[in-house]
């Protein structure tokens, strides 16, 4: 259009503009947009000038969208919800909202997706605090060193891969080796420590989503945990914002001063229905057919997790991501992605779930690069021999393959290495406090288990940490309080599982012959 207008037509501009700025907030003007097209999710939207990137819309029969692709004459909207009703012609309102989520206290112990909806059969959600699902990651300045450990209650995590408060900790494997399984282990573990937990399911069966809160509710954590769930039938729409908004629950209660442990399982199908929307939205595809983006993705997502300083309440958020591999190629696009993001991985072997070595992590290509400085002193006094006597086991074990006889220095490392490794099998859900672990592992590494057939081991094993318990409480109760042991300490405490173990060689079948490896 060219020209101008007269001035009648500019002073009717101005009087509908004053009157639209000085309108109370419900009786604002809100811009209608047509649907010219829906599919896969997402609807291509005509009208909206005024639409907010992430703004939530309303269309016919309540189903709501979110702005996620702002043009100049069309934008696009993703849905968070199957309708049929929503179709060419369609008629949408915008909201004046950002996308957002319930948070608080009135959500632990619940089943949730991230717009609220109750899914566990317990009724609505009592009145609930809402805060947007994107927030802005915490400043460095309001950053405090991670200083305080996460102990899971899994001996290999504790002890080799620490993990601390404020924490971002990735893990990763094939199908089916077990990563679900060391995540719902440490959120079990946080029964009695005060640390709460979110539990965020992206793209999971219904099934699957079951028992893992049947699994909680049974170890008594399900009382301190959010679960939150976007199903693998759910729109992608849902599936894109639902670990942001998990992430905003726990950022509530970081807040609050509280520490809190978020579990995304898994990022790899996020990362899916994030390309997923970008092709349907015609977005230029890149690598695997990623948007360019998709590391920023996650980097925003994850960046939300820290430990904050004290002035600024104290809370600690810690991230376990889960990501899931092909043929054990942790060089793939995501899981790099992920991997330089976070700060450390665990990795689960599919070769050592086969052979029944459970928690099935590979602990040569495991990392922690932050958790190892909040870690107990009483845990630096073990585990910097048992990584270097697992490391030589696992040298000479491969090499001994290839020799038809082996000195005697040799086949002791290798048979004491065996029940190193035999010690820090755990079964699943079955947490244990730092001294129950630390009195097994340094039995282990001082020699105490050579003579025990490693099919005895399990159950010498819980025996040997009773004994300790029974006779050395008061030692087994600051250790696990944190303090630090001294030379005498560790004296009573390998004195007593020595005397243990020695009833147990005495005992009919006790011991037994190893052979030569």
Not at 495 to 508: K, M, N, Y
Request: contains cysteine.
């Amino acid at each position: 259009m060219t020209g101008t207008f007269d001035r009648a037509t500019r002073g009717a501009i101005a009087a509908i503009g004053a009157c639209l700025d000085t309108a109370p907030p419900g009786l604002r003007f809100r811009e209608i947009g047509t649907v010219l097209d829906v599919g896969g999710g997402v609807a291509r939207v005509s009208g909206l000038r005024g639409l907010r990137s992430e703004e939530l819309v309303e269309m016919a029969g309540g189903v709501t969208g979110i702005g996620f692709e702002l043009d100049v004459d069309e934008v696009g909207v993703v849905l968070l919800a199957h309708d049929e009703r929503v179709g060419a012609g369609t008629k949408v309102r915008l909201t004046g909202r950002i996308v957002d989520t319930p948070v608080g206290d009135a959500l632990l112990g619940r089943v949730i997706d991230a717009r609220g909806r109750t899914l566990d059969e317990r009724g609505p959600l009592r009145e609930a605090e809402r805060w947007p699902v994107e927030r802005p990651a915490p400043a460095i300045m309001d950053r405090a060193p991670v200083s305080v450990p996460l102990l899971t209650g899994i001996k290999v995590v504790d002890a080799v891969v620490p993990i601390g408060r404020g924490q971002r900790e990735l893990i990763l494997g094939d199908r089916q080796t077990g990563k679900t399984t060391i995540a719902l282990d440490a959120m079990i573990g946080q029964r009695d420590t005060g640390v709460l937990s979110v539990y965020c399911a992206i793209g999971q069966r219904g099934t699957d989503v079951a028992r893992v809160v049947q699994t909680l509710r049974a170890r008594g954590a399900l009382e301190h945990t959010v679960v939150m769930v976007a199903g693998g039938d759910d729109p992608p729409g849902l599936q894109f914002i639902t670990p942001f908004a998990a992430m905003s629950i726990a950022e509530r209660f970081m807040a609050d001063g509280r520490d809190v442990l978020v579990v995304f399982d898994d990022l790899t199908r996020h990362a899916r229905a994030y390309r997923e929307l970008s092709l349907l939205l015609r977005r230029a595809p890149g690598r695997e057919a990623y948007p360019g983006d998709v590391f920023y993705l996650h980097s925003r997502l994850l960046e939300r997790a820290t430990h904050l300083r004290s002035e600024h309440g104290g809370g600690s958020i810690t991230a376990l991501p889960i990501v899931e591999t092909q043929g054990q190629d942790i060089s793939a696009y995501i899981p790099t992605n992920l991997i330089s993001i976070t700060d450390g991985q665990l990795y689960l072997s599919p070769e050592l779930f086969r052979t029944g070595q459970l928690p099935a992590i590979d602990v040569g290509r495991s990392v922690s690069r932050v958790g190892g400085k909040a870690q107990y002193p009483s845990y630096r006094d073990v585990t910097g021999d048992l990584r270097l006597a697992y490391s030589q086991f696992e040298e000479l074990e491969a090499f001994s393959r290839f020799a038809t006889r082996l000195d005697a220095d040799t086949r002791r490392t290798i048979e004491r290495g065996r029940r190193i490794r035999a010690v820090l099998c755990q079964p699943a859900h079955t947490t244990l406090g730092p001294a129950d672990q630390l009195v097994v592992l340094k039995a282990a590494l001082d020699g105490l288990f050579d003579d025990i057939d490693l099919e005895q081991v399990p159950a010498v094993e819980a025996g040997l940490r009773e004994a300790v318990r029974a006779s050395c409480g008061e030692l087994c109760e600051r250790i696990d309080a944190g303090a630090a042991v001294d030379a005498d300490g560790w004296q009573r405490l390998l004195e007593q599982a020595g005397r243990h173990i020695d009833l147990i060689r005495a005992a009919p079948g006790g011991g037994g012959d190893h052979g030569e490896p």
